[in-house]
């Protein structure tokens, strides 16, 4: 069943791949208290690109984090399928994100002594079902550059490298939070259209987080933050591609 604070669709038209019921979140600094989540309830559907939408502090990282088994809530439930992560302990919720999501942050995070194809391949080490780390980076039209170091890509080929990191597990879900922030609007178009590809592609449940509402053009549906509340939902019925946006 669609969350109250959703557009809903029709039942059986797409599985949930996560589902979240009544997230809240407190954080306490002795006795200063600051509630980042205030009773989101969410559902994100199999295969769709959703963009969470909001100005910095609305909650939508704090969100990210719990979806992905990063963080927990002070109350509330999340369903990865028909499983309670939010019942999960710390061993079950490393595999969670180890087998099942895959993260792309801001910052690229690669490690710099080694190359594009090493990087990915330290993920499909440790993944039970990967794709190969070349046909990853293929995906994000960085095949002729694996054998560069981090150094030598710019920032748009690093963060490229890492989301064909993030995803050559094939994890059934990926989370991005604002991929795009650190780079320029070129740059980030050649990003989002790689996001963009492997949602397409792959199939993967893919939850982008920004405060740049043109990026917004490019999703099935846009969620909207405000003061840890979900505001308002909306279906975009023709999305956009990248290069289409106006940044």
């Known amino acids: 069943m669609a969350a109250p604070n959703q557009s809903p669709r029709r039942s059986g038209e797409t599985a949930v791949t996560l589902s979240a019921r009544g997230l809240t979140k407190i954080y306490r600094t002795g006795e200063v208290e600051v509630q980042a989540l205030r009773g989101v309830d969410l559902d994100l559907y199999e295969s769709e690109l959703v963009v969470l939408l909001g100005a ?13 088994g990063l963080d927990q809530p002070s109350e509330g439930q999340v ?29 690229y995070n690669l490690i710099p002594s080694l190359t594009a194809l090493e990087n990915v391949a330290l993920v499909t080490e440790i993944a039970p079902a ?39 597990k094939q994890p059934e879900v990926l989370l991005c939070d604002e991929p795009t922030g650190a780079l320029d609007s ?60 106006a940044w």
């Open 56 to 68: 910095s502090g609305s909650g939508k990282s704090t969100l990210l984090n719990i979806l992905g």
């Open 79 to 107: 369903f990865f399928y028909d499983e309670e992560l939010t019942g999960f302990g710390e061993s079950r919720l490393t595999r969670y994100r180890r087998d099942h999501v895959g993260f792309v942050f801001q910052f």
């Open 130 to 168: 990967p794709i190969e780390p070349a046909e990853a980076l293929e995906l994000v039209d960085l095949g002729p550059r694996r054998d560069h170091f981090p150094a030598q890509l710019s920032g748009g080929e690093q963060q490229r490298v890492a989301i064909a990191r993030a995803i050559a």
């Open 186 to 245: 070129a740059t980030g178009i050649l990003v989002l259209e790689a996001i963009q590809r492997i949602n397409r592609e792959l199939g993967t449940t893919t939850a982008l987080i920004t405060h740049n509402v043109a990026i917004a053009g490019l999703a099935d549906r846009v969620i909207s933050f405000s003061d840890g509340r979900i505001g308002d939902v909306s279906v975009n019925t023709e999305k956009r591609a990248p290069a289409d946006l």
